[in-house]
């Protein structure tokens, strides 16, 4: 301990010398005042209005040409102002401005809002005018209008094809393999050490007679991670329940309790002992975050549990629960998708799921084929992200041009 | 019926909002706002619960005078006494008294227990130089650089300062999109052992 | 018993002292109001007490820290139902559900078309609280099943983008930045960080890192031979991270406990 409070000193003191030796910054200089022209620009020509593409129907794109006058001629551009109406023959009065883009710039999308009466409503299936000015220091130019155009719906977001491709990928091989697993082919997975040592610390607790802590973390059911910790409690639950030991979760969000009841219930349902399941060993704490991590690290020292299992989202919290863990000599197993927090996990527990591993965790622990199929097909994903990377890149040096960077971005297809 | 038709909405609900993703029309944007907005109203609904869960846990504690009990006293009066005091009559949240014990109870405590961080960190630092292995010794090394830079080390200030800049923005980019894709592809597995019914036991079973 | 002893004494201590500054700084009030300078120099001390009692955890936990920690889950239980009553209810949910519920709580009614399908969640949410009625608690799970199903949907598909594509993409970089042939390359080698050498190492790293962190995130193939040495760079580039960014928050988490102590040493004891 004393090594502890030594080296905490010594940072502190470090961390209190930076702050006196920090300078302060130097400000910006002013900004140049702009030149006042005394003719208004140009205005911009070829005015063209069409539906806005991938949208839910509230959305016209607007494109010009730019004026002479933007970034050649006398420069005197700074912005573009659109205005757009109803009717072509509605006075200046009645033109709705609705957006600004600076110069340079020669495409504007008028996304308008759904319901009518907001401020920014954008009818569907209605004809509507655009006007585009060029605007100076002071003046703009003279105007340059268009339409009509409607806006209408779209059934398909063209910029989506990647998403649905890989999507469509992953079932094609999910199924696949959720098929050769039915068939009985065996599909190896190798050992992973935090997934193993669940099963030692439901001994080593059912041998302690102490109880497991099990925390799924801040996040609601609305976060993946929590869902995939779901389905690692439901086993954690039956082995707690087969080996005739207690369990305790407390949660963050009364969804996550009401669901994480139920999946304890089922757990010990599985195991055969319905009877042994207790409604308060999964409780409702708090929906705040310290709140929460004050309630279970008092839990952590009065219970002593012999095993506590972070699994799910957590934040700042991480390393406030491991090291209360620490104090209370727990065997800790702790897994997340937050990479900010695992550091914390990896330096404090004795077992740490990294990313992916939380979301194997449960197909390692049912070892069911239909898990096990799903943990195949993202294997075959990430071969074929390997083998497009080498291949793509040995193809970038080989040709020399810069055909592959960015390569999901733009709409190729 | 107990058992088939949440799998059946599990499915539905599922399937649709996978859909939803790839139709950006108004009927499609309108059904995933009505979808953001079920999971919001449940949410307040299970608040109920989550309050019923604390009142009875704390309520049995009480009656069987265990170990402990007068905290949850402590923890139901203050719950009451604060709910009570966020009131409309008592000006609700922007209430005098709601908010004297928001800023003179509340936020201490959360500051004492976010800085009780700084001696956590001191001693996860302290087991984290006891390296135990290789790949412990290289988090140590990495860790020693990084809190390097903020000590004045004279003429090795810069270099220091440059290693772990790069360090930061280098391996840590490589390492985070190793994570990143991985999640992306963990997460895609799970919601669909999810939305396929292969995943089950959050449904309960009798 | 000799514990209990001692634990008296140390409260009676506490309290002692919780009086003395309570005096002392209801004395020090800059206030004109009496009543205010008390309440003030309540309030202080008080705020003062509960953050030693959190700190008191560090060495054991004590009835100082189980009362702090109860106070603070009670006050944030309470504090969570009145904020969700009123953000979540009155402010986003009541708006749009019934003009006549607006017009009661003073907030502006918007008119929806859809506004009905709102109505759809709360029947969920009602069916939710059946789980209070043991003999149709079963029902609760349709509204389970919604939220599981709702989630999972979403997760299918909306972060693949941020969380695979983006992050595949991004991994395409030139291997050979500005290369312009060996002797070039030899000729102007340097260690200045926006050099030839660097950006070309940086990319190297990156894209070695990232295909050795996926060989180390393969699940069904063992870590052996060539895919172990991967495996094992993957690990490494791993670790070189976790411990670059535990050293990096070392520092933000020692400022938090400053603040702490500015607010014992000055706001309390003024000796700051």
């Not at chain 3, 009676?12 to 209801?26: D, E, K, N, P, Q």
């Not at chain 3, 991967?230 to 406990?257: D, E, K």
């Amino acid at each position: 301990m004393k090594y502890i409070i030594l080296l905490f000193l010594t940072c502190l003191s470090l961390c209190l010398s930076q702050a006196l030796l920090a300078q302060t910054a130097s400000s910006d200089p002013p900004a140049e005042a702009a030149l006042v022209p005394s003719e208004p620009p140009a205005p911009p020509s070829n005015v063209r209005v069409s539906d806005l593409a991938n949208d839910d129907g509230h959305g016209i794109r607007v494109t010009w040409d730019l004026s002479p006058d933007d970034g050649a001629g006398r420069s005197s551009v700074i912005s573009y102002d659109i205005y757009r109406t109803l009717n072509p023959n509605d006075p200046d009065s009645l033109w709705k401005k609705v957006g600004t883009v600076v110069l340079g710039v020669r495409t504007y999308a008028d996304r308008g809002e759904r319901e009518p009466g907001s401020g920014s409503y954008l009818p569907k299936h209605t004809n509507l005018y655009y006007r585009v000015y060029a605007v100076g220091a002071g003046v703009r130019s003279a105007v340059a209008t268009a339409g009509p155009a409607q806006a209408t719906d779209d059934w398909f977001n063209t910029m989506k094809v990647p998403e649905l491709i890989f999507c469509l990928v992953f079932l094609v091989l999910t199924v696949r393999f959720i098929n050769m697993a039915k068939k009985g082919i065996d599909l190896y997975v190798r050992p992973l050490a935090g997934i193993e040592a669940i099963d030692e610390a439901i001994g080593r607790a059912t041998e302690m007679g102490k109880p497991i802590l099990y925390v799924l973390g801040i996040g609601t059911a609305g976060d993946i991670a929590t869902i995939a910790s779901f389905t690692v409690l439901g086993r954690v639950a039956r082995k707690v329940a087969e080996y005739q030991t207690s369990m305790i979760v407390p949660c963050c969000d009364p969804v996550v309790m009401t669901i994480a009841q139920e999946t304890v219930k089922t757990g010990y349902a599985d195991a055969g002992r319905p009877d042994a399941y207790k409604e308060d060993s999964v409780y409702y704490v708090t929906s705040q975050q310290f709140p929460f991590v004050a309630a279970v690290n008092g839990t952590i020292l009065r219970e002593k549990p012999a095993t506590n299992i972070y699994l799910g989202y957590f934040a700042a919290e991480s390393l406030l629960l491991a090291e209360t863990g620490v104090l209370a000599g727990s065997i800790q197993i702790a897994g997340t998708d937050q990479v900010s927090q695992l550091p914390f996990f990896v330096v404090a527990c004795d077992y740490t799921l990294l990313g992916e591993e939380l979301y194997a965790a449960s197909a390692y622990l049912g070892r069911e084929p239909l898990l096990l199929g799903t943990l195949k097909a993202q294997d075959y994903l990430k071969a074929i992200v390997l083998v497009c990377m080498v291949a793509l890149l040995a193809l970038r040096m080989i040709t020399g041009a810069d055909v592959i960077s960015k390569p999901f971005d733009a709409p190729w297809w | 019926m107990k058992q088939q038709i949440p799998l059946v909405l599990v499915f539905v609900f599922g399937v649709l909002l996978a859909i939803q993703y790839f139709v950006p029309s108004e009927p499609s944007q309108r059904f995933y706002e009505v979808a953001l907005d079920g999971l919001t109203v449940i949410g307040i609904f299970a608040m109920v619960l989550g309050i019923w869960s604390q009142i009875h846990v704390g309520y049995n504690k009480i009656k069987r005078r265990a170990e402990d009990w007068q905290y949850s006293v402590v923890t139901l009066v203050s719950m009451f006494g604060m709910a009570f005091c966020g009131l409309s009559f008592m000006g609700g949240l922007n209430g005098p008294i709601f908010r004297q014990l928001y800023n003179n109870i509340f936020i201490p405590i959360q500051a004492a227990i976010f800085s009780l961080l700084a001696f956590y960190i001191a001693s996860a630092s302290y087991r984290a130089f006891r390296a135990r292995s290789a790949v412990s010794t290289v988090l140590l090394v990495a860790a020693l650089l990084l809190m390097l830079r903020v000590i004045p080390t004279g003429p090795l200030a810069d270099p220091i300062n440059q290693i772990g800049s790069w360090m930061l923005m280098v391996p840590n980019m490589a390492a985070k999109r190793a994570i990143l894709i991985g999640v992306g592809l963990g997460s895609v597995a799970t919601a669909l052992k999810i939305v396929l019914g292969i995943e089950r036991s959050y449904l309960g079973k009798d | 018993m000799t514990s209990k002893i001692a634990m008296r004494i140390l409260t009676a201590i506490v309290a002692l002292i919780f009086l003395v500054s309570w005096i002392t700084r209801s004395g020090s009030g800059m206030s004109d109001s009496a009543f205010t300078n008390v309440r003030d120099g309540f309030l202080i001390t008080f705020a003062v007490f509960l953050t030693l009692s959190i700190f008191s955890f560090l060495y054991r936990d004590n009835p100082f820290y189980k009362f702090a920690e109860s106070l603070y889950v009670g006050i944030s239980a309470g504090y969570w139902m009145s904020y969700g009553f009123w953000s979540t209810i009155v402010g986003n949910f009541v708006p749009r559900a019934s003009r006549s519920l607006s017009e009661f709580f003073h907030v502006p009614y918007q008119e929806r078309a859809d506004h009905i399908l709102i109505y759809i969640p709360i029947i969920f949410g009602l069916i939710l609280l059946t789980r209070l009625l043991p003999k149709i608690g079963w029902l609760s799970r349709w509204s389970l099943a919604f939220i599981i199903g709702a989630t999972a949907g979403l997760n299918l598909t909306r972060y693949l983008r941020s969380d695979f594509i983006s992050q595949v993409s991004n991994s395409f970089i030139p291997l050979f930045v500005d290369w312009k042939g060996a002797g070039d390359f030899v000729s102007h080698i340097s260690l200045a960080a926006d050099g030839q050498f660097i950006a070309i190492l940086s990319n190297w790293v990156i894209f070695v890192g990232v295909m050795c962190g996926l060989v180390y995130f393969f699940f069904s193939k063992e870590h052996k031979g060539a895919f172990g040495v991967a495996s094992r760079i993957g690990i490494w580039i791993l670790m070189i991270t976790f411990g670059a960014s535990f050293g990096y928050t070392v520092m933000g988490r020692i400022s938090l406990l400053v603040g702490r102590i500015t607010f014992l040493f000055g706001d309390w004891l003024n000796i700051l």
